[in-house]
């Protein structure tokens, strides 16, 4: 077990790109270079206004069982959940595997709050919540399956920090990059990061330029998917404008 993450950084360019792109463009992105499951299904965000950007650490729950450690009062000097919480650093990403399980919570609001208070970049749990209304008041993206009043130890017991993980069926990879918007979580290879966050941009500019182009009366014939002539339309509409569509280039 390593509490540490051995980053490959993406650019502050790529950041900032990623805070603005969808999740959609992203997914597509990765499709065109073989990457089919990457979008992590069925969560739900507590704040669909906050976007979500960090590096992946990872918490891999198994099935609690009563001789390792069924606790009310944990401790927080042995128990890696609490560690984890102490130990992740900024401009991550805490994402657990909690194996789908909703019959008990796999974190709760005081934990989340003291990941705010770190300026943790955000929380992935494909588990329950705890208290799951209060998290609606941190500024924290926070992205859940489920809501359990109980806590985890009746059906979660940690067994790793840091490791590679599934969440519901992706995989995640200490280091990988995690983006969330309203619509949910992508993860993105972090030897990719880059050259994804840039053409995941340049395709959300050019589907606004399409998207404006129907609201105006346009079949989709030719203009989505882009014909030569739609292309060239664009590449224009770039050349005379600094901000397209009123986002700032970066």
Same mark, same amino acid.
């Given at each position: ?113 003291? &990941?705010?208070?770190?300026? *943790?970049?955000?929380? !992935?749990?494909? #588990? /329950?919540?705890?208290? =799951? ?71 959300? &500019?050019?589907?606004?330029? *399409?998207?404006?182009? !129907?609201?105006? #009366? /346009?079949?989709?014939? =030719? ?28």
């Amino acid at each position: 077990m390593s509490n540490k993450t051995t980053l490959l950084p993406i650019t502050t360019e790529s950041k900032k790109k990623l805070q603005e792109v969808s999740t959609a463009s992203l997914t597509s992105q990765l499709l065109k270079r073989g990457f089919r499951n990457t979008f992590i299904p069925n969560l739900t965000p507590t704040r669909p206004d906050l976007r979500m950007v960090g590096y992946a650490y990872t918490l891999r729950y198994v099935p609690a069982r009563e001789d390792i450690g069924m606790e009310v009062d944990y401790d927080n000097d042995t128990n890696l959940q609490r560690i984890a919480v102490e130990s992740i650093e900024d401009e991550h990403v805490l994402v657990i595997d909690a194996r789908g399980e909703l019959g008990a919570a796999s974190f709760g609001h005081i934990l989340g709050t003291r &990941l705010m208070q770190r300026h *943790i970049a955000g929380l !992935v749990t494909d #588990g /329950a919540l705890r208290d =799951s209304p209060r998290f609606k008041n941190l500024d924290l993206p926070t992205y859940y399956q489920g809501v359990h009043a109980t806590t985890s130890s009746i059906k979660h017991h940690p067994a790793d920090i840091n490791t590679p993980i599934g969440c519901n069926g992706v995989l995640v990879m200490p280091g990988d990059i995690i983006v969330g918007d309203a619509e949910g979580v992508v993860v993105i290879p972090k030897d990719i990061a880059n050259v994804v966050a840039h053409d995941a941009y340049e395709q959300d &500019l050019l589907e606004e330029f *399409i998207l404006k182009k !129907v609201e105006e #009366g /346009a079949s989709i014939k =030719s203009v989505y998917p882009a014909s030569a002539e739609t292309l060239e339309d664009y590449k224009k509409y770039r050349k005379y404008h600094d901000h397209p569509l009123g986002r700032h280039d970066i």
